[in-house]
Nanobody
Framework: QVQLVESGGGLVQAGGSLRLSCAAS????????MAWYRQAPGKQRELVAD???????NYADSVKGRFTISRDNAEKMVYLQMNSLKPDDTAVYYC??????????WGQGTQVTVSS
C-alpha cells in the first residue's frame, strides 16, 4: 500500500525552478521528521533536506541557498522548492518520514532532470 506519494518532478533547464510535493496518508500517525533524499544512477542515496516537528531545517551543503523545505502538518504534506537548478541536481527524489514510534516510510520517488 502506497503511503507517501511524490509529485512535481520533470524536465527543466539549468537555472530553472521546480517544486516537489509529498502527500502522506492519514494512516501515518504522529509524524515527527520529514525529509527529501535523492539518488542518481550509480551513486549513494543522499539527504537533501529535512524538517522536524518544530520547523527546524537542515540542508545538504550542495543545495543551501537554493532549496527550501517546508511542511503543512494539517494536510500531512512536505514540499521542496528548488531554485537555480543545476545539472548535478538530476536524480530521483524521494520523500521520507519518521513517526514518534520510530517507524519510517519511503515514497516511490519522482524523477528530476536538469538539462544544460
Amino acid at each position: 500500500q502506497v503511503q507517501l506519494v511524490e509529485s512535481g518532478g520533470g524536465l527543466v533547464q539549468a537555472g530553472g525552478s521546480l517544486r516537489l510535493s509529498c502527500a502522506a496518508s492519514k494512516s501515518i500517525v504522529s509524524i515527527n521528521l520529514m525529509a527529501w533524499y535523492r539518488q542518481a544512477p550509480g551513486k549513494q542515496r543522499e539527504l537533501v533536506a529535512d524538517i522536524n516537528s518544530g520547523g527546524g531545517t537542515n540542508y545538504a551543503d550542495s543545495v543551501k541557498g537554493r532549496f527550501t523545505i517546508s511542511r503543512d502538518n494539517a494536510e500531512k504534506m512536505v514540499y521542496l522548492q528548488m531554485n537555480s537548478l543545476k545539472p548535478d541536481d538530476t536524480a530521483v527524489y524521494y520523500c521520507w518520514v519518521r513517526t514518534r514510534l520510530l517507524r519510517s516510510y519511503w515514497g516511490q520517488g519522482t524523477q528530476v532532470t536538469v538539462s544544460s
